[in-house]
């Protein structure tokens, strides 16, 4: 075998393995869904939240924007109010009093007092009164501004071109005693340069009270004199602590990074602390990147995320699970919101790293881990539980499986009596009373069987029996004629069933003649075999009575047609082969035509006219047909079961193939040529059972040879009975010669001696004549033949019947017994009458 | 040939020579006629008998029918060749051939 068996797989672990299979299969699914379901709502919800936060910054940043600048609008609506106040002021003096503006005292330390500065030591002070009466009008207004300020107003203060500083508070600048003025250059302030430089009003950058009260911004404004030439800044110093306050508070949730802050105009981040060391610029704000930095100090309004540094942090949960909390990557993103603040050109910015933002996510995300390991947890516990139960389930699905194959081996050995014991109620059990039923049914089945056999078996044999005896009856021993060379002669039959129809025969009738038939009865078996042996004895004991043909066959007939009740009936191919002369008389009776090969050509079939088949019907004639063989020439005669061979595609063998399988081997001994066609006919039905009976006869005719004359010697003679010794020694001392057996000599001398006696006795009676011996010896092969001439009444001795020689002592007839002796012991005997001589020959091989 | 008869004359011994051929079966038939009367026992030797025809068969058959009328006559010692020539005959049923 070529192909390679496959390994074998129990059906257990086949089971096992599926279920297994299917089982991790579906977990492997719901798992992938449900994680991959966590995963997209995550990703969702990530997009949600970052789009919600993005919203509600942007909310936060502008309404923290509108509330400093309303808050801070109010303080410039009150400088641009005392700024037009003081303008009136310078154009028209006359509508006011003059108001002295006195110099800071120390017993005013505590008391809202007006006061006056002076810028330097240059400035003369008469160069100044009528501005200082004309400007100290503005005290009323400024007392009740600072009163009704809740405080926040700590001071209000102008400068003027000419170098005049008047401030309203209650701490009056104590360098100088009192009454001398002091100086102070507020012209290199901050607010007076700014209103100076734009013409409107101005804040300046917060700084930290010198008091300490707080956090201070001031707000100034410009005026101008009767000639609307800039004459001076009016501004107040406001305590916006709490205002700021307002501002940077932002409800950002508890974590520490998430805050508010403010950008002043010089890009540091506003501080509420006195202490510069820890004031930063935006640009040393944590996480911080340069895109977004200048984007706030653009004046941008927006929401930014600057990406961080990305590292690996331990982050313990707040809920203790069983890993405590996480390892996993930290991203520093940081999402910064920032809007600019119209009035005093400051950024309100707000910071909220991206993991405060995602938190929820993250804690979806620690979920999702979370499931997944208890995916991974669930999954072993489940494969070993599916393991388990599929191999319990396997096995207990396979034990009465592999029991029953147990009980069927039992029966299967040949144990009948044996029961398979499975009882389960499903398909199994069914096969096993399957199986008990077949025990059962096949040990009646072998009991019957073993009784037919014993009957086929009996019936077998004694068709043995018949099949040796109806072989036995064809002649088998080839060379059949061992001293016969004039021809070769070989037959075979192969039938089809133990005992056949078919048969053959051949028989020498006489010296010169001899019988060939090929005959085929009508069915098969038993009773065609029977018929074969009345046809075949009947033919050749009516052919050995002599007769063409025509006329044995006519005979045959009528005896086979008597009481023939089975309706058999027989073709027959019979021949008479004259041997001396190649001529051969047939007559065909429904059987196939005979094959002849010329001596220098091929095979062909010899197309004779027919004849029924004989035992058809009673008083029959028969057509004879005659033709010659010649030295070399093949007689080839056959049954229908060479030409009707059928293979398994039911075609025909045919008489075509039949002489071209007679050709291939046409010079071969007549035994290969037959064997020959039987090969092909083998070849050609292949596994196809043989269907007829095969039976085949070949003859290669040789001829008389032309023998060689060794020696002729005569001896005339008178013929008398006493001469007969001077007769025999004569032809003796010929025979001696050629070392003639005695055996031979005895018969020869006998057959001389009959003939001769003949002669004398009869041939001139009752006068005395001489008589001719003649004896002519052949070589090759050794034959000697004696010719008898006399010139007496012609008698063809051979003419005369034989004697019955089984008749008894009383019943005998003296006479013919002589004649009898010489045609029996001798080869041939011819006679012939010629130039009124009777010429007697005898031949014998020596 | 040779003929050996008891002192009463009726057991008759023959014993054959080589040959019997219609010469010496004329002889044998002159002698036989007169040696047979009264022979109820007539036995042939033929050990020394090889040849045999068809006229010296005829004498035998004469001898059988004669003797068989009151007596038997038996044939011992036949040679094969002469078997085979009684065989053929058919004398093999005629006479009383004793091996």
Not at chain 1, 235 to 254: A, F, N, Q, R
Not at chain 1, 396 to 417: C, M, Q, R, W, Y
Not at chain 1, 421 to 444: H, R, V
Request: negative net charge; glycine residues 6%; proline residues 3%.
């Amino acid at each position: 075998m070529e192909k390679r068996e496959k390994t074998r797989r129990p059906i257990r672990s086949k089971v096992q393995n599926m279920v297994f299979v299917i089982s991790i299969a579906a977990l492997i699914i719901t798992s992938a869904v449900g994680i991959i379901g966590m995963i997209r709502i995550q990703n969702d919800s990530e997009g949600a939240l970052i789009s919600q936060m993005e919203q509600n910054l942007r909310n936060i940043t502008t309404n923290k924007a509108d509330l400093a600048d309303s808050e801070l609008g109010l303080y410039s609506s009150y400088v641009g109010n005392l700024a037009a106040y003081i303008s009136g002021l310078y154009q028209n003096p006359s509508g006011y009093i003059s108001h002295d503006v006195p110099t800071p005292k120390k017993e005013d330390k505590g008391k809202l007092v007006i006061q006056r500065t002076l810028r330097d030591k240059s400035v003369l002070l008469k160069n100044l009164e009528e501005e200082i009466y004309l400007l100290g009008n503005v005290e009323p207004v400024w007392h009740n501004l600072i009163t009704s300020g809740k405080g926040l107003i700590t001071v209000i203060y102008l400068g003027t071109e000419k170098g005049l500083l008047i401030s309203y508070d209650d701490r009056p600048d104590l360098s100088a005693e009192d009454g001398n003025d002091v100086y102070y250059d507020y012209s290199k302030s901050a607010w007076y340069k700014k209103v100076k430089e734009t013409g409107r009003v101005c804040f300046t950058d917060l700084y930290m009270d010198v008091y300490q009260r707080g956090l201070m911004i001031t707000c100034a404004a410009p005026f101008y004199d009767a000639d609307n030439n800039f004459a001076g800044a009016v501004g107040m110093d406001i305590l916006i602590s709490d205002l700021y306050k307002d501002i940077i508070e932002v409800d950002l949730g508890e974590d520490k990074g998430s805050y508010a802050f403010l950008v002043d105009n010089n890009g540091n981040i506003i501080n509420n602390d006195n202490d510069s060391s820890k004031q930063k610029t935006l640009h040393e704000e944590q996480g911080m990147s340069e895109f977004v930095a200048s984007e706030i100090l653009a004046g941008k309004t927006g929401v930014s995320l600057a990406k961080g540094k990305t590292h690996y942090e331990y982050t313990p949960t707040e809920n203790a699970n069983f890993l405590g909390g996480r390892l996993g990557t930290v991203e520093d993103n940081i999402y910064f919101a920032y809007t600019p603040i119209e009035s005093t050109g400051w950024k309100f910015c707000v910071r909220i790293p991206e993991n405060v933002i995602l938190a929820p996510v993250r804690s979806v995300q620690r979920n999702v881990i979370f499931t997944i390991f208890s995916f991974l947890a669930a999954f072993l516990i489940i494969i070993v539980i599916v393991a388990v139960a599929s191999r319990k389930f396997s096995k207990k699905l396979t034990d009465p499986i592999i029991a029953l194959t147990h009980d069927v081996k039992e029966i299967s050995g040949g144990n009948f009596d044996y029961r398979a014991k499975i009882q389960d109620n499903d398909e199994i059990g069914d096969l096993a009373k399957s199986f008990n039923y077949m025990a059962l049914s096949l040990k009646d089945y072998i009991r019957d069987l073993a009784a037919v056999t014993a009957e086929k078996e009996r019936i077998g044999a004694e068709l043995n029996v018949a099949t040796q005896i109806q072989a036995d009856m064809l002649p088998r021993i080839f060379p059949p004629f061992p001293d016969r060379n004039e021809f070769e002669i070989y037959a075979t039959m192969n039938p089809a069933k133990e005992v056949g129809g078919d048969f053959y025969d051949f028989f020498l009738i006489n010296h010169n003649h001899l019988g060939l038939v090929m005959a085929d009865v009508s069915g098969k078996g038993v009773p065609a075999a029977l018929f074969m042996v009345i046809a075949k004895t009947l033919i050749k004991t009516r052919a050995l009575m002599g007769g063409t043909p025509a006329e044995i066959l006519h005979d045959v007939n009528n005896q086979l047609c008597e009481g023939n009740e089975a309706e058999l009936f027989v073709t027959v191919w019979l021949g008479i082969l004259e041997i001396s002369t190649g001529n051969v008389i047939s007559a065909n009776a429904g059987h196939e035509y005979p094959a002849i090969k010329r001596a220098d050509g091929k095979f062909e079939l010899l197309k004779t006219k027919h004849s029924p088949a004989v035992a058809t019907m009673e008083g029959m004639k028969f057509r004879e047909a005659e033709f010659t063989l010649n030295r070399g020439d093949i007689l080839y005669i056959y049954t229908d079961g060479v030409a009707e061979a059928t293979n398994s595609a039911e075609e025909l063998y045919g008489t075509d193939r039949m002489i071209d399988a007679l050709n291939k081997k046409a010079d071969a001994p007549i035994n290969e040529i037959l064997a020959e066609v039987k090969k092909d006919v083998d070849d050609f039905t292949g596994d196809a059972p043989q269907f007829d009976d095969i039976t085949m006869l070949g003859l290669r005719y040789y001829g008389q040879e032309v023998n060689k004359m060794v020696e002729t010697k005569k001896l005339d003679i008178a013929a008398e009975i006493k001469n007969l010794d001077a007769v025999l020694a004569f032809v003796d001392e010929q025979l001696e010669k050629y070392g003639c057996t005695p055996k031979v000599q005895m018969q020869i001398d006998v057959a001389v001696e009959e003939i001769f006696v003949n002669i004398a006795n009869y041939a001139y009676n009752p006068e005395i004549g001489s008589a001719g011996i003649c004896v002519e010896v052949q070589e090759d092969p050794l034959v000697v033949s004696i010719t008898f001439t006399d010139n007496g009444v012609p008698y063809d001795p051979l003419k005369k019947p034989d004697p019955d020689v089984t008749l008894s002592a009383e019943e005998r007839q003296i006479g013919g017994l002589g004649i009898y002796m010489v045609k029996k012991s001798m080869d041939d005997i011819s006679y012939n009458y010629k130039d009124g001589k009777n010429i007697l020959t005898i031949k014998k091989s020596l | 040939m040779q003929f050996e008869k008891n002192e009463d004359g009726t057991v008759l011994r023959l014993t054959l020579d080589k040959k019997l051929s219609a010469v010496t079966a004329e002889q044998l038939e002159k002698e036989l006629e007169e040696k047979l009367a009264g022979v109820k026992d007539f036995t042939i030797d033929m050990a020394k008998l090889v040849y045999v025809s068809s006229a010296g068969l005829r004498v035998l058959l004469k001898a059988q029918k004669k003797v068989s009328e009151n007596g038997t006559m038996r044939v011992i010692n036949a040679v094969p060749e002469v078997m085979r020539i009684f065989e053929t005959t058919g004398f093999t049923d005629i006479l009383n051939i004793e091996k």
